[in-house]
């Protein structure tokens, strides 16, 4: 549920990207707050560990303007991927509005893909939340590998191994690059909008 402040006209928004260690998590929040600099006052907030993997989360407000004559404050997150952080995962989702799961193309990882999807089924469901109903975005990753010959899945597979019941919009993107990173980012938001103005009378 977001945060709706009647008497500041503020909503606050939280968007949590999801997915396996590795899968490119950051680096969409990286690209965001290059690419939307004038839209970010704040800096972006990461704290990692030396791969520079996630260790508690990254962090990244952004501002949308008005919506109704509300100001619309949206707070992006991502969790840490590495399986042993669950409980900073669990964490980090609490109070999630959208979530956008950054799945790896690359083949080597279709089984950790699969783990992690299931892994944010079983965290919403402890905050009795249903993957099936709360806004959802898939992102197939590093679509720009495959120019350097790395196997990667074909999107029809990803489709079936993630998509086939939840059903819901996919992108394959390259967080890298920058390909519909901003469009992922997108359709998360309007879907979380959507459902926000059934609660903004
Ligand atoms: N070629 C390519 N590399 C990518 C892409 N996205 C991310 N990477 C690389 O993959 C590695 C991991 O990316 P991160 O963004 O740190 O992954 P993460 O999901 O935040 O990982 P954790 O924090 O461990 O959960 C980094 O070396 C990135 O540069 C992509 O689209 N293409
Ligand atoms: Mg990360």
Redesign the pocket.
């Known amino acids: 549920m977001s945060f709706i402040n009647v008497k500041k006209k503020l909503v606050q928004v939280k968007i949590v990207y999801y997915?396996?260690?590795?899968?490119?998590?950051?680096?969409?929040l990286e690209y965001i707050h290059k690419k939307f600099r004038e839209r970010i006052k704040t800096e972006m907030v990461a704290i990692k560990t030396h791969g520079?993997?996630?260790l508690f989360f990254d962090f990244l407000p952004f501002d949308i303007g008005k919506i109704k004559g509300y100001d619309i404050k949206i707070q992006m997150y991502?969790?840490?991927?590495?399986v042993k952080y669950n409980a900073t995962r669990r964490l980090v989702l609490r109070g999630v509005d959208g979530i956008v799961f950054?799945a790896d193309s690359m083949k080597v990882r279709q089984e950790k893909n699969i783990l992690s999807l299931r892994n944010l089924q079983e965290n919403l469901a402890a905050y009795q939340k249903d993957i099936f109903k709360i806004p959802l975005v898939l992102q197939y990753?590093?679509?720009?590998?495959s120019e350097q010959g790395i196997p990667l899945l074909p999107v029809e597979t990803m489709e079936r191994q993630l998509n086939s019941k939840l059903r819901v919009p996919s992108f394959e993107?390259?967080?890298?690059?920058g390909t519909n990173v901003a469009n992922t980012m997108k359709k998360i938001i309007l879907m979380v909008m959507d459902s926000l103005q059934k609660e903004l009378k």
């Open positions: 997915g396996p260690g590795r899968g490119g998590k950051t680096t969409n520079d993997r996630t991502t969790v840490p991927g590495q950054v990753n590093k679509r720009d590998l993107a390259s967080a890298l690059v």
